[in-house]
Each structure stands twice: as C-alpha cells, then as structure tokens.
C-alpha cells in the first residue's frame, strides 16, 4: 500500500463517503508496516583488499525499498576479522550512486585476527519519494576482510 496525501478540503455538514474512509485505513496500514528490506548473512563473505569504496556483496548487501519520501534508517551489525594482516577498514552506504560517509565511511574500524564487533545505524534525512537502493561498502588500507554469517545489514523508513 502506498501513503495517499489526506484529504484536507472537508465542509462542515459534508457526509464522509466510503473512500475517505478506505484512503484512511490504507494510510494506517502504511504507517503501521513502512518500507523495509532486510539480508541476513548465511554464510562467511569473504571480500579482498580494495583501496576505494567497494560494494561488499553487490547481489545480496545491495537493498530496495520503495519511500514515501522522508527519512530512512540504515543499519549493520555483525562480526567481521581480517583476511590475513591487521588492516584498517572502513564501511559506508551508497544510496542510488551516493555515497553517505565522508573518506573514512560512516564506520572506521581496525580488524585483527580475532573476532571484532561491527554495528551502526545511520539516519538518512528527507530522502525523495521513490524507488532507492541501498549499498553497503567497504575499503580497505591492506588486506581484505571476513563478515561472518549472521551479519545483518537493513533500512527501513521512519
């Protein structure tokens, strides 16, 4: 169901027809269920060394949703460690071509060779009505990376 602008013209003493009504109900039920995708990692991703920002799974880190138009809530969390070295590693998220961080992303982190908790939630603001796809990406200073399975990455609008 998609969000229909209100009816804002009522006349006092005007009946309410059945489809003001309907147009109610569907506005609740899209205020009660928005927009949301969500990838649950079921196995280890395994991505190599990439300089510049890189999409980290472009078949399956790689989320659509059609807004309303407002503000969205981007999130990951989940464990990641290094391929072989320590390596400085940096995730952000395109946005239709758009990257949302500035050099380091939006999350900066050293992995090592033991297990590293991975997590932030990004607010996008006054984000166009439409159809968006949600990219998460990576760079890293060295070597590449492991995100294990369990790792979830989602946006839903707010």
Same mark, same amino acid.
């Given at each position: 169901?998609? +969000?229909?602008?209100?009816? *804002?013209? +009522? &006349? $006092?003493? =005007?009946?309410?027809? %059945? !489809?003001?009504?309907? #147009?109610?109900? &569907?506005?609740?039920? *899209? ?11 079921? &196995? ?23 807004? =309303?138009? /407002? ?5 990951? @969390?989940? *464990?990641?460690?290094?391929? !072989? /070295?320590? *390596? ?24 090592? !060779?033991?297990?590293?908790?991975? !997590? ?8 166009? %009505?439409?159809? @968006? ?6 760079? $890293? ?12 990455? +989602?946006?839903? #609008?707010?």
């Amino acid at each position: 169901m998609a +969000w229909t602008t209100p009816k *804002t013209d +009522w &006349e $006092t003493g =005007a009946l309410i027809a %059945a !489809s003001d009504m309907n #147009e109610v109900g &569907e506005n609740l039920a *899209t205020l009660k269920n928005p927009a949301t995708a969500v990838y649950t990692t079921t &196995e280890e991703i395994t991505v190599l060394h990439a300089p510049e920002f890189t999409d980290v799974d472009g078949d399956n880190l790689n989320l659509s949703i059609t807004t =309303a138009g /407002g503000d969205v809530l981007v999130h990951l @969390h989940g *464990t990641g460690r290094r391929r !072989s /070295g320590d *390596t400085d590693c940096d995730f952000d998220i395109d946005v239709d071509g758009n990257r949302q961080g500035g050099d380091k992303g939006i999350l900066s982190t050293r992995l090592y !060779s033991y297990y590293h908790d991975l !997590s932030f939630t990004h607010l996008i603001q006054n984000l166009s %009505a439409g159809n @968006h796809t949600f990219k998460l990406q990576y760079k $890293t200073q060295r070597d590449g990376i492991r995100l294990l399975g369990g790792a979830q990455f +989602w946006v839903r #609008e707010i």
